[in-house]
């Protein structure tokens, strides 16, 4: 494994900064009507959130065209990474995944035993989706897919991923991560959601998190086989982190057509610009299907986020194929603009 993250000393102590691009957050969110309806909630807090839960449950049942069997809820779709990860590798086994990746299912299902095999991605940032395949064998349990992917931006074309779907989740179940995809235009599509109908052994991850902008609300869920569902339910409840009044914005969010029209949109038009202006610089992002978008950078990523931060512009380093990374989330244009001044002034 050749990923590393760096973080910067005072990352956990609320450092001031003007431009918070360090978390992938949404910088429009929540939508108008979801904070309205947040508000409306509140009294209904000495409840126990039941009621809601099911609401929102059924809502999303119906949207994915499953039933709610199918469906499996948490305060965040980190939640249902860390619970898959925790249950299925109560017995020892192995995980595939793609590296660089999101690991916050890997680093859990690794803390209870697994094995991580790690598969590098393709020379076009796609998941080698040959090699994953060939990586799974008689003690995988899981293979984990991030698509988009996380740190990198850059997507796995659906068509293929749907072929390995289908072939590898005879050997093992595999978990899609689809935390970025309504950030493409034509997400919904690209989504592998429908395998579940169709019966295969694939989960499918989404959360309230991005284009929602709900990210300090914690909303997510997960689609999958009942029977997976019900292994994991057995020894951990779903659902039962969520709050009353982060349901009742969720249920508001998923009407906020506008609103998520408006986000994907504003998104994609800084994500040109940062785009446009990094390569301007001499750098060479990796073209990103996402809201935040990574390049490398020739200084030390521990160097490189102290003066950032000293710019009180916050953004994450990683250090993978022998390279320095920058990742930098797609804030407000003003934002932005913060971003790419500081990056001048730090790499001049
Ligand atoms: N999956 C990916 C790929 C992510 O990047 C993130 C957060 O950044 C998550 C899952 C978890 O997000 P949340 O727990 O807020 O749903």
Known sequence: PFFKEYLPANVYERPVLKAKLNANENPYGPAPQAIEALKNAASSGNRYAWGSLSELTEKI???EKVETKNIMMGPGSSDLLEKVGIV???????????????????HVAES???TWKPVPLASDWSHDLDAMAAAVDENTKLVYVCNPNNPTGSITDSGKLREFCKTVSKKAPVFVDEAYLEFMEDGAKQSMVSLVAEGYDVIVARTFSKIHGMAGLRVGYMVAQPALIEKIQTITRGGMGI?????????ASMDAADFLTMSREKNAEVREYVTTTVKQMGYKPVPSSTSFLIFPIAMDGKEFLKNMYEKQVGVRAFEFMDKNWCRVSMGTMDEAK?????????LS
């Open 88 to 106: 299925l590798f109560m017995k020892p086994g192995n995980v595939v995944s793609a590296d660089p990746s999101y690991m916050s299912l890997i």
């Open 61 to 63: 049942a119906a949207k």
């Open 338 to 346: 913060l971003f790419t001044e500081a990056l001048a002034s730090v």
């Open 243 to 251: 709050t009353q009044t982060s349901l009742a914005a969720a249920l």
């Open 112 to 114: 209870v035993g697994a």
